[in-house]
């Protein structure tokens, strides 16, 4: 086995962050929060290129009422080996996710903070389960 990984990434770029908060949120309620992720792929053979969209989208609310929405999209590009040991539909799946949810999760306690609010800090993510769940909504290029 070569010391180089199978995948690497190299890039990765912010596509879309919006984020949403009423202005009359109350700081002393318990919001519930929910948390949904669409992952997507395009892999390019020729220049063994593979590009991973992983779209999060955030909310929080108390009593039916979202106080808090925040949607943000990150594009991830990464090289590969001709000898990976993983498909590139099973790396697109959960572990290049994986690799750029740190990214995410960054960016919405940054933004959140910003908006006046205590830092939305998202708790890490077993996306192998989530996958095997089928909890991760797969998107495709059109």
């Known amino acids: 086995m070569s010391g180089k990984p199978s995948f690497q990434i190299s890039d990765i770029h ?4 919006h ?6 949120i ?19 053979q020729v220049t063994n290129r ?4 992983v779209i999060l989208n955030y909310s929080a609310g108390f009593k ?27 790396f697109s799946k959960a572990n290049g996710p994986a690799i750029m949810f740190p990214f995410l999760r ?9 908006s006046g609010v205590k830092p939305i800090i998202l708790p890490a993510i077993n996306f192998i389960k989530l996958v095997a769940e089928d909890k991760i909504k797969n998107i495709t290029k059109k």
């Open 26 to 44: 109350e700081f002393n309620h318990s919001y519930k929060n929910n948390v949904s992720i669409e992952t997507g792929h395009d892999f390019e």
């Open 106 to 114: 960054e960016h919405l306690a940054s933004i959140s903070l910003k």
């Open 14 to 17: 912010l596509l879309e962050s």
């Open 50 to 53: 593979l590009s991973i969209t």
């Open 19 to 24: 984020f949403k908060r009423d202005k009359d």
């Open 64 to 90: 039916g009422k979202k106080y808090i929405t925040a949607k943000i999209i990150m594009l991830g590009v990464f090289s590969c080996s001709p000898d990976a040991q993983l498909s590139v539909d099973q």
